[in-house]
């Protein structure tokens, strides 16, 4: 049996199934490209950054600087920006762009939510209004007759559009599942280098105090 044949016989649910279908296949594809160029790069930048503020601070704002088009690279210059900030407006600006980062890298989770939540309730509806059309041409003085012998067949391609449905459900759940345990590794790479960078900036700025009291 085909493609074309198992979306045929699947129904009029097959449609909204196979939207839904390319709907998390490419939110998928553009969270899968997100996260592999997120983790090549960010602990190279949280080391290159941290290393530089031991130093220099304007080196380490001009690194994180040139990584702003990573999460972890605006995270880090959102601070590293502010001139002659106190420790505790510093913070601030760590704990304020974490928030938006970490909320941006939620993109396509509410979408991912939605094909898990109706795919296989389309599924269902699909096998049900199949059953109905199967079962709707039986007379009772035809049971256990020839004439109920295609019953069988369509009961069988009424339940093609369930297992579309379980199918297409189980996929997006593997990966929304992969995306939050990244997200989740994401809030403690983001607080351990805000953490570093803090501490850096806190111990700079007693020192600068104590040079120009």
């Known amino acids: 049996m085909s493609v074309a044949e198992i ?3 699947g ?3 097959m449609l909204p199934l196979l939207f839904l279908s390319i709907l998390a296949l490419s939110v998928i594809i553009e969270r899968t490209w ?18 530089a503020a031991r130093r220099d601070w304007g080196a380490a704002k001009d690194i994180a600087q040139q990584a702003r088009e990573q999460p972890i690279g605006r995270f880090l210059y959102n601070p590293l920006q502010l001139e002659n900030a106190d420790p505790e407006m510093f913070r601030l600006a760590l704990e304020t762009t974490a928030d938006e980062e970490l909320s941006s890298m939620r993109r396509g989770d509410k979408v991912l939510e939605a ?3 109706l795919s296989p309730l389309l599924g269902l509806l699909g096998t049900v209004i199949g059953l109905i059309i199967s079962l709707g041409s039986i007379r009772l003085g035809d049971i256990g007759t020839a004439s109920t ?10 339940l093609i559009s369930t297992a579309a449905g379980l ?6 759940l593997i990966f929304y599942r992969l995306f939050q345990g990244l997200l989740f590794n994401q809030v403690k790479i983001f607080r351990k280098a805000g953490n570093d960078l803090e501490l850096l900036y806190r111990q ?8 120009h009291p």
């Open 7 to 9: 979306f045929q016989k």
């Open 11 to 13: 129904g009029s649910t």
């Open 34 to 51: 997100f996260w592999t160029s997120v983790l090549l790069k960010e602990r190279e930048i949280v080391n290159r950054v941290l290393d």
């Open 115 to 117: 094909v898990i939540a």
């Open 149 to 158: 012998a295609g019953v069988t067949a369509g009961i069988g391609e009424a």
């Open 167 to 172: 199918i297409v459900a189980i996929l997006s």
């Open 204 to 211: 700079y700025w007693i020192d600068q105090r104590s040079k």
